[in-house]
């Protein structure tokens, strides 16, 4: 026989909620044979009802609907879906908790255990998982939106410390180190790199068909880029001589050849082994080893360089300044140039007559 306890009935071992909202008999399993555990989700629906989210079904929406609500919302604001897919690839990896659960079970245990099966499989570390949950949490906060609401509550989601940023610059001499051991043509793609900010997967995407060496700029389309906005990268005389010299060779060689970045016409899907390689033979300090260090580096610079920083933020395809701010680092010489700067201000040579001297002279 069921046990009954007011709002909730006891089938074999497992309580079930079992009330009247808006005058429709609800009956939903709890999922659990504790009493108290039970008792709270039942406040915890009785609250949505109070507050008008309750959503109905909601225990039968799974993690992966919620996913799907971020892909939608990526392409309805004309963002790259490519990155969110990746990270949905992941959350519903078949070996994740989430490939086949329901949203209401979704809790810190869940979290936790993706987080740890993470770490275990791959090795991600805390900056990924971060990103990561980012995602599924915006999931939940998308459900809850909808209109109906598909969920009634979201988890809490704990974000982990991230380590400072990378330190790691390349100046121009090293620059041309490591051009010096890389094959020839991944060269341009270090330069690019150097010049512009541009991040590896947008410098090897790049297409012809956005140069204008006339007016010396690329001109990226919204879709291509990471935050969705279209954005033009002013080209340096070093890169309109570069790109110049790489249109010449392949109008002559492979002239319907889309990509810029080419082995003998062919797109270069990665430049990691010779990349690596290189870094070992150029024997470049221990801090700089990334390409994406150039993207600091550029950042830096341009900055440095007198460049607004609303400028430079347009240039490197960066819309929140916390992230910029983080490319945007201030090493140990920055504050050398700073007492410089603030001793040749305090001692300058000073213009105004002295007051006595003035009352002297008349």
């Not at 992966?64 to 690839?89: F, M, S």
């Not at 740890?116 to 570390?125: D, F, I, L, N, T």
């Not at 991040?199 to 140069?211: D, P, Y």
């Not at 090493?331 to 040579?349: C, G």
């Amino acid at each position: 026989m069921a046990k009954k306890e007011r709002g909730l009935t006891k089938r074999g071992n497992v309580w079930w909620i079992r009330i009247s909202i808006g005058g429709k008999l609800i009956q939903q399993s709890t999922g659990t044979g504790n009493k108290d555990a039970a008792l709270q989700k039942l406040r915890d629906l009785l609250t949505q009802n109070d507050k008008g989210t309750y959503a109905e079904g909601a225990d039968k929406v799974t993690v992966a609907e919620l996913l799907a609500l971020v892909r939608a919302d990526y392409i309805r604001k004309n963002q790259r879906v490519d990155w969110c897919d990746l990270v949905i690839a992941h959350l519903l990896n078949d070996d994740s908790p989430f490939k086949y659960m329901k949203a209401t079970k979704v809790g810190t245990d869940a979290i936790n255990a993706y987080c740890e099966w993470r770490r275990a499989s791959k090795g991600v570390q805390n900056p990924t998982l971060n990103r990561e949950l980012a995602i599924l949490r915006r999931a939940f906060h998308l459900g809850l939106e909808h209109d109906p609401p598909k969920i009634g509550r979201a988890p809490k989601f704990q974000m982990f410390e991230e380590n400072e940023p990378r330190q790691g610059f390349f100046d121009k001499e090293m620059l041309e180190t490591l051009e010096f051991e890389l094959p020839e043509e991944v060269r341009p793609v270090a330069r690019f790199a150097f010049f512009t900010g541009m991040r590896k997967g947008e410098i090897l995407q790049l297409r012809w068909a956005w140069v204008n060496l006339d007016d010396g700029m690329i001109r990226l389309p919204g879709e291509f880029c990471k935050n969705g906005k279209p954005r033009a990268v002013p080209l340096v005389p070093e890169l309109h001589n570069l790109l110049s010299e790489l249109k010449a060779q392949r109008d002559g060689s492979w002239p319907h050849a889309e990509f810029i970045f080419t082995r003998a016409g062919e797109p270069i899907k990665s430049i990691h082994t010779a990349w690596c390689k290189a870094v070992e033979r150029a024997e470049l300090p221990e801090e700089t080893k990334h390409l994406h260090d150039m993207r600091r580096s550029a950042v830096r610079n341009l900055v440095r360089s007198g460049v607004p920083e609303s400028v430079a933020m347009r240039i490197s395809g960066h819309r929140s300044r916390a992230v910029f701010e983080r490319y945007n680092i201030t090493s140990e010489d920055d504050l050398r140039d700073a007492a410089t700067k603030l001793h040749n201000y305090v001692n300058r040579p000073k213009n105004v007559v002295p007051m006595k001297k003035k009352r002297d002279a008349a």
